[in-house]
């Protein structure tokens, strides 16, 4: 296989992405991801099906005054209507009208939709395809062909299916894209159908795969098809999409440019990746996915004192690839299980634990302790580092508190409402503040933020992402003690958000979260320490195995 073959890359998240459960995206949030997109190299971006509603009228309208530099912004639509005359069409209409240089075009491949779903002749099916494609192209458009069914077509009607995908390729289809919709097909099957449409269209014809994951085989079946000659792949960042998802295309890129040697995007673009995946899941909404492949953030997350050794002197031991090749950093994982290796791999750098064996014992038997009670530090790598701090004893104090309070106010039917209460000394000052919330912690949350925010100006950059309680001692029931994580975002204007962890741990759940809270807050606070004024080492420490 050629090391200068170069694979198009077809991203559909702004469309078939966003029929994923949970998934939205605004207006300005497809706009910003048309423009990171084209940035990386992308060379086709599915804005949407511009009849489908006016979100997707109004991208094209706004796509088309973007200076794009190297994407082509596509507009998505099915073939004609049965027994409508192409020209008067509203759906093909609305395509051309959309202004998009590159228009794709979804047909029927399988006869089983051909005969139940669509419910018209086959012939008919053959002339809707061909009579699609021919308007788009006469209308100056580039034109690509999505096989919908493709493969379950096949296995069904070899003829018939291969007939669709010539009709299409004959009207003038520039590319013709064999898609797995049902997401069921295996690799074997993907590689064999292939190379057969190659042989019997002629390998002149232009060839892309589409995928979707309910078998767990998208990314196989896309890598097969590149393989046997399809020299573009559709799919989604992060593989968001109906059902089990589309193929996810960071790991696409990222296996085609590292394993298989083929060419893609741009040069810079391998390195962006991380950042891309986490980009688009800050705009979606959603949460990170810890083990997505490359880019996930324990894609490259070691735990066991055996593998962080042998890691520790020979990384490709225990990783396929280097993790900032895609713009990912390796992640040591300290828990009860942990060794020194651990540790020192995580921390022993930043806070030198390499130059004090005792040390390193000391905090490995700390966190011993506290995870008998029910701490755990392998997903709260902040509280980690601020229990360092606390036996270094450079754990600075930004605050003293003198009391906190939240009373549950339930009248009726009526939603509750929650009022904290917080009072504390910074800076000299006394600082007594209320808020309401729509729970406890959001209430402590912004009365604390009260009173730290004319201080440290900072924390408006702190926000909680992720709130997570778990019952360490189930059979003592209501009175059980919960562990309290809860995942934070620093906002950053010019790049994707920062995150990290922080946990709490109390028989009482409000008091769990305010560990947690209080954890999140000096974490920042020390991280940004540079810009704030410098203050004595404090003895006390806010985790407490009581």
């Keep these: ?4 073959r170069r694979i198009e890359i077809y991203d559909t998240t702004l469309r078939d992405g966003t029929q994923g459960e949970g998934v939205s995206l605004s207006l300005v949030d497809k706009l910003k991801i048309t423009q990171r997109l084209d940035a990386m190299g992308f060379d086709y971006i599915e804005g949407g099906y511009p009849l489908s509603n006016p979100k997707d009228v109004a991208y094209f309208e706004q796509a088309a005054k973007l200076n794009l530099k190297h994407a082509k912004v ?8 049965r027994g409508v005359d192409v020209a008067d069409d509203p759906g093909m209409r609305a395509l051309v009208q959309s202004g ?3 228009i794709t075009i979804v047909g029927k491949t399988w006869d089983l939709h051909v005969d139940e779903v669509l419910r018209v002749e086959r012939e008919e099916n053959l002339a809707m395809i061909a009579d699609s494609v021919r308007f788009c192209r006469e209308s100056g458009r580039e034109v690509f062909y999505d096989a919908e069914h493709f493969f379950d077509g ?13 009709a299409a390729h004959d009207a003038g289809a ?10 069921g097909s295996l690799p074997h099957w993907v590689a ?3 190379r057969l449409v190659r042989q019997e269209l002629g390998r002149s014809v232009r060839l892309g795969i589409h995928t979707h994951n309910d078998g767990g085989l998208a990314m196989a079946n896309s890598l097969a098809a590149v393989e046997e000659g399809a020299m573009q792949v559709q799919g989604t960042i992060n593989g968001i999409g109906e059902r089990c998802g589309n193929v996810d295309l960071t790991t696409v890129i990222a296996n085609l440019r590292l394993k298989l040697g083929l060419d893609c ?3 810079e673009a391998l390195g962006g990746l991380t950042e891309l995946s986490r980009y688009v899941y800050e705009l979606a909404n959603l949460n990170l996915v810890a083990g997505q492949p490359f880019v996930g953030p324990s894609a490259f997350a070691h735990k066991g004192g055996m593998h962080v050794h042998a890691v520790n002197r020979l990384a490709e031991s225990y990783e396929h690839v280097r993790p900032d090749a895609v713009g990912n950093t390796r992640k040591v994982l300290v828990s009860e299980l942990s060794g020194v290796s651990n540790l020192q791999a995580l921390l022993g750098e930043k806070y030198r634990l390499d130059e004090n064996r005792e040390l390193q014992r000391k905090v490995i038997n700390r966190i011993q302790d506290l995870e008998h009670v029910g701490y755990q530090f392998e997903a709260a790598g902040a509280s980690l580092e601020l229990l360092v701090r606390q036996e270094l004893g450079t754990r600075m104090d930004f605050w003293d508190l003198d009391h906190y309070r939240c009373v549950i106010h339930k009248v009726d039917h009526r939603e509750p409402c929650t009022e904290a209460i917080v009072k504390l000394r910074v800076a000299g ?14 209430a402590l949350d912004s009365a604390l933020r009260k009173c730290l925010e004319p201080h440290y100006a900072d924390l408006g950059r702190l926000h909680l992402r992720d709130y997570k309680v778990r019952v360490v001692n189930a059979r003592a029931e209501t009175a059980a003690t919960v562990r309290v994580i809860v995942d934070f975002a620093i906002a950053d204007p010019d790049r994707a958000d920062r995150y990290f962890s922080t946990v709490g741990v109390s028989e009482n759940i409000v008091e769990a979260s305010w560990k947690a809270l209080i954890d999140a807050f000096e974490y920042h606070l020390l991280e940004a320490e540079a810009r704030m004024p410098v203050r004595a080492a404090s003895p006390r420490s806010p985790i407490s195995t009581a």
């Design 74 to 81: 596509c507009a998505f639509g099915m073939t004609r209507r």
């Design 174 to 183: 520039t590319r013709v894209i064999l898609c797995d919709t049902n997401g």
């Design 100 to 102: 998009a240089p590159v």
């Design 154 to 166: 096949l296995k069904a009607n070899r003829d018939y299916a291969l007939a669709t995908l010539k």
């Design 429 to 442: 000052a006394v600082e007594h503040r209320v808020a309401e919330g729509d729970g406890p912690v959001n």
């Design 1 to 4: 296989m050629s090391q200068t």
């Design 265 to 267: 995007l741009n040069s």
């Design 192 to 194: 064999d159908a292939t």
